[in-house]
């Protein structure tokens, strides 16, 4: 089992940045494949960002270079740094946990991954 707890959500408005964060815990294997997902009201859930154990990152279309994924490997914890928020970035933000390798195609696909974290909101104000 492997255990995911995001936080750093929060309300800002347009233009600002939050940080999130999810931290990774239980039967850690060395060859995760990390991402983080979202979904707002009535809509299905979307990639944001994606990383491969080798490192390799991918992005939805609509990140445009805002958002940028990282892990610390002392803390186990995989962050979603977001800058240039707008509005339309409102959304409950998932992170998620793959045990195994993937290809690089499929790191926004939210069947790819096995591991789920309750949530952390994010809501952005105009």
């Known amino acids: 089992q492997v255990h995911l707890v995001e936080s750093g959500g929060g309300s800002v408005q347009a233009g600002g940045s939050l940080r999130l964060s999810c931290e990774v815990s239980g039967d850690i294997e060395r060859n995760l494949c990390l991402g983080w997902f979202r979904q707002a009201p009535g809509t299905g859930r979307e990639g944001v960002a994606g990383?491969?154990?080798?490192?390799?990152?991918k992005y939805g279309d609509f990140v445009k270079g805002r958002f940028t994924i990282s892990k610390d490997n002392t803390k186990n914890t995989l962050y979603l740094q977001m800058k240039t928020l707008q509005p339309e970035d409102t959304a409950m933000y998932y992170c998620?946990?793959?045990?195994?390798?993937?290809?690089?195609?499929?790191?926004?696909?939210?069947?790819?991954?096995?591991?789920w974290g309750q949530g952390t909101q994010v809501t952005i104000s105009s």
């Open positions: 990383r491969h154990y080798d490192g390799t990152t």
């Open positions: 998620a946990v793959r045990t195994g390798s993937t290809f690089y195609s499929l790191l926004l696909y939210s069947s790819e991954y096995n591991y």
